[in-house]
């Protein structure tokens, strides 16, 4: 069971744009698109359509749309209240691709609502795998929130994976090895910020690869950091290997990135090896940028097969 912590989730709102985007000018979109979002919902719906069985836990109000909707999907939905409604965030995609977002900044959590959803997910840990803490924090959550999560759900058997950025992911760097997760999911600016790299030189797996190490040595126990479209590293005691995409057809890179972690994760719950690990989250995440909007992979979409993975260790070959 994958159990999954939004701390902040949102509705999905995606332009279709027929043209390149240009500011200050007014432009058609081909479509408009509304959906559940926020990351440890996509976590869930692509843990669900794999068959993964899964719990989504996020703040929301009772009966509200995204709860009801989400349901209608089979999605098994914890909501925490009292809460405020679900942000939204925008998305724009240009025909080449390219993804621009506006994220809104959420209802304000009030410290009872904190801990409520922290309790919550303590429980539902005691039958998890893993518990992934996936995306922002609302306004009111102190930035050091996650790192206190995660020392809460040491007491369960679960191993925890998240996924996060700006402060909440650096308070969590500051406190290592205190707090340190089983998994960390940066992209490259994220790793950047919290390894004191320039994001630039992240383009090159093997710079990615010695700048997630510095988080293994500070506790963390396995670094997937992903690249774009330069694919994805994986860092653990266990070695160091980078996978290349398979050639994709960018349609929104939204949601590629929780897609590549739920990949990971699949991949470990089957019990397979660390490179095939590695491939089957850059398989999932390409198969999500060349799905529209907020839209995740169904099994039959991903192309683990055309995804090559290299020992970046190869004198040892890893342990
Ligand atoms: N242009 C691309 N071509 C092929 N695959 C891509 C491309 N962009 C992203 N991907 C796939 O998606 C994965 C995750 O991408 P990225 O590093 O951009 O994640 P992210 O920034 O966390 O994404 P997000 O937060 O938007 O979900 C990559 O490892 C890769 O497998
Ligand atoms: O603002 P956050 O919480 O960092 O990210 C939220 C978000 O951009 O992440 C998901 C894609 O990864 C989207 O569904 C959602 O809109």
């Known amino acids: 069971m994958i159990v999954t912590l939004t701390a902040n989730p949102s509705i999905d709102h995606t332009v279709m ?36 069985p899964t719990r989504a836990v996020f703040p929301c109000p009772d009966l509200d749309p995204m709860i009801t909707e989400l349901r209608a ?16 965030n925008t998305t724009v995609t240009e025909p080449d691709g390219t993804t621009t977002k506006l994220n809104g900044p959420g209802a304000t959590a009030t410290p009872a609502l904190l801990d409520a959803l922290a309790a919550r997910l303590v429980q539902e840990a ?71 790299t320039d994001a630039a030189t992240l383009d090159d797996p093997a710079a990615a690869a010695s700048a997630a190490r510095t988080l293994v040595d500070r506790g963390v126990a396995a670094v997937l950091a992903t690249l774009g479209a330069n694919g994805a590293v994986l860092v653990s005691a266990e070695g160091t290997w980078h996978a290349t995409p398979p050639p994709t057809a960018v349609v929104s890179t939204v949601g590629a990135g929780d897609s590549s972690l739920f990949g990971y994760l699949l991949a470990d719950l089957r019990g397979l090896s660390a490179p095939e690990r590695l491939g089957l989250a850059v398989a999932y995440g390409s198969a999500a940028a060349g799905l529209p909007g907020t839209t995740l992979p169904t099994p039959p979409q991903v192309r683990a097969d055309l995804v090559s993975v290299r020992d970046l260790d190869p004198i040892t070959g890893g342990l």
């Open 17 to 52: 744009l027929t043209s390149p985007l240009r500011r200050g000018e007014v432009l058609r979109a081909r479509s408009t698109t509304s959906q559940p979002g926020g990351k440890g919902v996509n976590i869930s719906g692509a843990a669900y359509a794999a068959g993964v």
């Open 73 to 88: 999907t089979g999605l098994d939905v914890v909501a925490v209240g009292p809460a405020g409604q679900p942000r939204i």
């Open 126 to 196: 005691e039958h998890a795998g893993w518990v992934v803490l996936a995306g922002s924090l609302p306004p009111g959550a102190p930035a050091g929130w996650y790192a206190e999560v995660v020392s809460a759900l040491r007491s369960t058997g679960a191993r925890i994976a998240v996924d996060t950025s700006e402060a909440p992911l650096e308070a969590l760097a500051a406190r290592l090895p205190a707090g340190a997760p089983d998994l960390l999911k940066p992209n490259a600016e994220e790793l950047a910020s919290i390894t004191g």
